[in-house]
């Protein structure tokens, strides 16, 4: 055991949760389990606990508590509930990386109880950095804790940077699939359903950000966590539609080299480098063959259509806590549209709406990101409320 790494998984039961636990399960030499949450899947919770033995499994829906306790009493397994169990788990003595796949704004908290108890994160929960980049970011100087990224897109940057330490950075070109309704017009989006949002082309991912992908504002939080990740400027991050999702991002240097990192889309690659960085593991995930995709082609994405990319550059360009501001807005109203409350296009009426309204905070701490958060989703709910018919269309 003491050869292997703990690694504590916030949020196993979702995609990138799963997959994680296909990564460990393939390499049990190198990997233990040490830690799995859940935010109310106590089903799949028990099961992923039967199956690795975790120390803890924690159940963030206190009234699932039971359940999960009574299953798993014959266990030595502990079993929590509550997300401050889980600020509280994660600062343990003999976890190595705390992999961060929490949904949305809620996996914040426990990756600053992380950070501050000196542990490396492995980082799919994109809204962390979106909502406080610059506290998460000096809060890892200080502790000299490493950011490893797990979105595929920045495990391409990051892999594009090993060895280039010395080397500025010109611009870095974010790609994006397009989603579902790439080259779509705002006519047609008018009354897509959560169905054909869900429908992605080439990846396989949880329902919320399978309809960011779908509206373009998954890019959009991927190119303000870029900004945090790699220290740069909105102006050095590009972002380009590339449909057949083979080239994950690429790094112009100063003297206008390319780098690419390339491969087929499975996040279990991002994911097991994460975990295995500094070194790479052998595995048998299908491979990459050029003869398969003759051609990879590259667009320009449609601001006019997909507002929400240009809303999250804004947001990126303001700063302070705009970002926040949006990240709210659209949890918010990606529920909305996935519960048939407003349509497609409504969501980003909402965001825009949130950005004009909610106050600007230009140098926020903990408990200003706190308070905005619950002030966005407040106002954003309301205005769901009050959309207008046309609006709910779906």
């Not at 120390?55 to 829906?61: G, K, S």
């Not at 266990?75 to 169990?85: D, P, Q, R, S």
């Not at 309204?357 to 205005?383: C, G, M």
Request: proline fraction near 4%; aromatic fraction near 8%; charge should be negative.
């Amino acid at each position: 055991m003491s050869n292997k790494k703990n690694i504590a998984i916030l949020g196993s039961t979702g995609s990138v949760g799963t997959q994680t636990l296909e990564v460990i399960g393939g390499n049990t030499d190198l990997f233990n389990v040490f830690l799995i949450t859940a935010n109310s899947n106590a089903f799949l919770l028990i099961k992923q606990a039967l199956e690795f033995l975790p120390q803890y499994a924690i159940i963030c829906d206190q009234s699932k508590y039971n359940e999960v306790k009574d299953a798993l009493a014959n266990t030595a397994v502990k079993v929590l509930a509550g997300i401050e169990a889980i600020n509280e788990v994660v600062t343990h003595p003999d976890i190595d990386i705390v992999l961060t796949a929490m949904v949305g704004f809620a996996g914040l908290e426990p990756t600053i109880a992380a950070i501050k108890a000196g542990k490396d994160i492995a980082l799919a929960n994109k809204e962390t950095l979106v909502v406080a980049g610059e506290l998460i970011t000096a809060l890892a100087k200080k502790h000299q804790v490493k950011i490893l990224p797990v979105d595929s897109e920045h495990s391409a940057i990051f892999q594009c940077l090993a060895g280039e330490e010395d080397n500025a950075i010109e611009k870095i070109i974010l790609t994006a699939s397009g989603g579902p309704f790439r080259g779509k017009y705002i006519s047609f989006l008018e009354n897509v359903t959560r169905e054909d949002a869900l429908k992605h082309p080439n990846w396989v991912m949880g329902a919320k950000i399978t309809i960011d992908s779908a509206s373009l504002m998954n890019k959009g939080l991927e190119v303000i966590e870029a900004k945090w990740l790699f220290d740069l400027q909105a102006d050095q991050i590009d972002v380009i539609v590339h449909p057949q999702s083979i080239i994950h991002s690429m790094v112009q240097f100063q003297d206008g080299s390319l780098k690419a990192q390339m491969g087929l889309p499975d996040m279990k690659l991002p994911i097991q480098y994460a975990l295995s960085y500094p070194g790479r593991i052998k595995n048998n995930f299908k491979r990459f063959d050029f003869i398969n995709y003759p051609e990879l082609t590259f667009e320009k994405p449609d601001l006019e259509t997909f507002r929400n990319l240009g809303l999250a550059f804004e947001a990126l360009k303001q700063g302070g806590n705009m970002p926040c501001i949006i990240n709210a807005a659209n949890e918010v109203a990606v529920a909305g549209f996935l519960n048939k409350s407003i349509g497609f296009l409504a969501m980003s009426d909402i965001i825009e709406q949130c950005m004009q309204q909610i106050q600007y905070e230009a140098s926020p701490v903990l408990d200003d990101y706190l308070n905005t958060d619950k002030e966005t989703r407040i106002f954003a709910q309301n205005l769901i409320k009050k959309m207008p018919l046309k609006a709910l269309q779906f």
